[in-house]
Structures are given as structure tokens and as C-alpha cells.
């Protein structure tokens, strides 16, 4: 089963190299790729809460031309609320605060130099699919263990 990204951009943001680069890594490491990109309201959609809460990974990205810019911090803030490993890339013309700044997952990137950047997006993608496979290899943990404890029950149960 493939892993679920969701990246949060702005239509203006497609023709961003730095956006292609993100897409060919998540599908390299065998990501299905959702976006909100056509939803325009002030408040996290319905649709992108969904998606959101279903992604393995959320990468979102703020440019100095990008008319979604709250749009794309809100679905942030909603992942990190959520606990879904996340990303946020920032291009390094746009102003924001100093305590976004100095977030971990907060990635100052130049368009014209987008490569310096892409190893922390490599290692918190990678990050994601360990997280991945952890969680299914507990629930499977899980199954097991209560499949065992089911046979043990009815083996008891039948010796009486």
C-alpha cells in the first residue's frame, strides 16, 4: 500500500523547480501525492482536513509570489496539531517570525538554489516512511498477538 503526502502550495508555486523536485523524491520513495492547491477559502476545507489526517507526510510551501500563504500555514498547523510528520518549506524572500523561523521542521530555501535545502525534505521524508511502517508493524503486532490469544481462549474452551 502506498504511503500518502500531502503538499500545500499555492497555483502560482507549479511552475516552482523546487516543487518538482519535492514531487520526483515522494514518488521515488513510493508516496501518492494529494494537494488542496484549488481550494481558496481561509479555513482548512473539509476535503484537505481529510487528506490531511490520512497522509503519512505533510511538505507544505510558502513563496514570495504564492496567493495561498495562510492557506498553506493553516494546513501546517494542522498537521503538526495532528502529530503527522511535517515540513515547511519557506522561500528565503518571504518575511515571517522569528519563532516560525526557529522551528525544526521549517526549511528556508533560495529558488534558484533549491537542491541546498532538498536533504533535510529527503530525511524527513524518509523519517515519514520509518514512522510508516513502525505504526502498520504495531497494528500488526497487535493482530497477532490477539490472534493468538483468541486460539489460546478456544483451545481452552474446547478441552472442557
Known amino acids: 500500500m502506498k504511503r500518502k503526502a500531502f ?3 499555492a497555483m502560482q508555486d507549479t511552475e516552482q523547480y523546487v516543487l518538482t523536485l519535492i514531487a520526483d523524491l515522494l514518488r521515488t520513495e513510493n508516496f501518492q501525492i494529494d494537494s488542496s492547491f484549488d481550494d481558496y477559502s481561509n479555513i482548512v476545507s473539509q476535503s484537505a482536513f481529510k487528506k490531511i489526517n490520512e497522509s503519512s507526510l505533510f ?3 510558502i513563496t514570495e509570489y504564492g496567493n495561498r500563504n495562510t492557506n498553506v500555514l493553516s494546513e501546517w498547523n494542522l498537521a503538526v496539531e495532528k502529530k503527522i510528520p511535517s515540513l515547511l518549506l519557506v522561500e528565503d524572500t518571504v518575511t515571517i517570525n522569528q519563532q516560525l523561523s526557529n522551528h525544526p521542521n521549517v526549511l528556508i530555501f533560495n529558488r534558484h538554489y533549491p537542491q541546498s535545502g532538498l536533504n533535510k525534505v529527503r530525511n524527513q521524508i524518509k523519517n515519514a516512511n520509518n514512522l510508516y511502517d513502525r505504526k502498520n ?3 500488526a503486532l497487535g493482530w497477532i498477538l490477539g490472534g493468538v ?6 483451545s481452552l474452551l474446547s478441552d472442557e
Not at 490469544?149 to 478456544?154: H, Q
Open 7 to 9: 503538499i500545500s502550495y
Open 59 to 61: 511538505i507544505g510551501l
Open 137 to 139: 508493524n504495531e497494528n
Open 149 to 154: 490469544a483468541a486460539i489460546a481462549i478456544i
